[in-house]
């Protein structure tokens, strides 16, 4: 099972429990239950609960959302119409989609979902004019379901939006450098990954680059931790305004970055990786190693001939580009 087909099941899994009730009640001492008007019911409830989590909806599509709340309304009608209106008490059904449109979807639809219970509690005390199976007592009783589901689920809505923006934000920070701002190792490893993916799928040429700042221990040594900050923070903000929107630059370890160049050869690599190199502070230098991706290799194998290529550059006096043959 895909994970989304998953987590489309476990988010409707709480509300098809609510949309059988029926089933428990029938055999139950109350009302005397409209056998056809039950099955249609109950074959609806299905056909709407497959389509929901079946069908994976986009998060931003409006319609298919508001058509699927809407029908779950109209059953709910149909089925307190089987069980001889309010005394099938299965009116707390409208509930259903209040709550799942506070949770998964926004206010505008919450909306709709609120209004459309209200229409399924007041429209049969209208229609029927006092009719013993919808009392005029109904509009009491549907203003006092409509206030709650409002409460209940615009109440339900903003905790989930704090929740989602409090899980959004320790997901940021679990993937950010907290000095340089720059995506973290976790990150670049995510990163990574999904570049070889792409690449193995298009074909197109992939290149990795690992660089540092030359001397920094001295530099940490001369200027103190917080002057090497500074020197960190100042060149990769150089390196950002040098490479493309679309390459990733992540802080790796200490002074060690790395950068994924996609839809680019070692040639076109090392001329954009040489501009970032001049662009450098001119009180600071930096050393690069890059490697092209052969097409079959792995991530590892491919960071260490950047990493070879680097040691390389070092040791042939630094403040250079080295490419891993």
């Known amino acids: 099972m895909s994970q989304g087909l998953s987590q489309r099941c476990r988010q409707a ?16 001492p109350g009302p005397r239950w409209d056998p056809v008007l039950l099955a249609i019911g109950l074959l609806l409830t299905t056909l709407v609960l497959a389509a929901g989590i079946l069908v994976p909806w986009r998060p931003a599509s409006r319609w ?48 709709v979902a609120i209004a459309g219970a209200a229409l399924v ?6 229609l029927t004019s006092g009719d013993q199976r919808y009392p005029a007592s109904g509009w009491r009783i549907g203003l006092v379901f409509i206030a709650v589901a409002a409460i209940l689920g615009y109440t339900i809505q903003r905790l989930h939006d704090q929740l989602r923006r409090q899980a959004e934000k320790l997901d940021d920070l679990a993937h950010t450098d907290a000095l340089t701002g720059l995506p973290n190792l976790r990150a670049w490893n995510a990163g990574l990954r999904r570049g070889l993916r792409i690449a193995g799928r298009t074909g197109h040429p992939l290149c990795l680059a690992v660089l540092d700042v030359d001397d920094f221990k001295a530099i940490n040594d001369r200027e103190g931790h917080a002057g090497g900050d500074e020197v960190l923070k100042a060149a ?13 630059l992540a802080r790796v370890g200490g002074d060690e970055f790395a950068i994924l160049l996609a839809d680019c050869d070692a040639r076109q690599a090392a001329a954009l990786l040489d501009r970032l190199r001049v ?11 890059l490697a092209q991706w052969d097409g079959s290799e792995s991530a590892s194998s491919l ?23």
């Open 13 to 28: 899994a709480p509300f098809a429990a609510a949309a059988y009730l029926p089933v428990v009640l029938v055999p139950l």
């Open 64 to 111: 298919p959302a508001l058509m699927g709340g809407v029908a779950y309304l109209g059953i709910v009608a149909l089925l307190r119409e089987a069980g001889g209106g309010n005394a099938s008490g299965l009116g707390p059904l409208v509930l259903v989609p209040v709550i799942w449109f506070a949770m998964y979807r926004g206010r505008g639809e919450l909306t």
């Open 121 to 126: 509690y007041w429209v049969p005390v209208v």
């Open 236 to 248: 990769t903000a150089v390196w950002q305004g040098v490479l493309r929107a679309d390459d990733i």
């Open 279 to 289: 662009a450098t502070h001119r009180a600071v230098s930096c050393s690069v190693g």
């Open 303 to 325: 960071l260490r001939r950047a990493d070879a290529a680097l040691y390389d550059a070092k040791h042939a006096g630094r403040d250079r580009i080295v490419a891993a043959a």
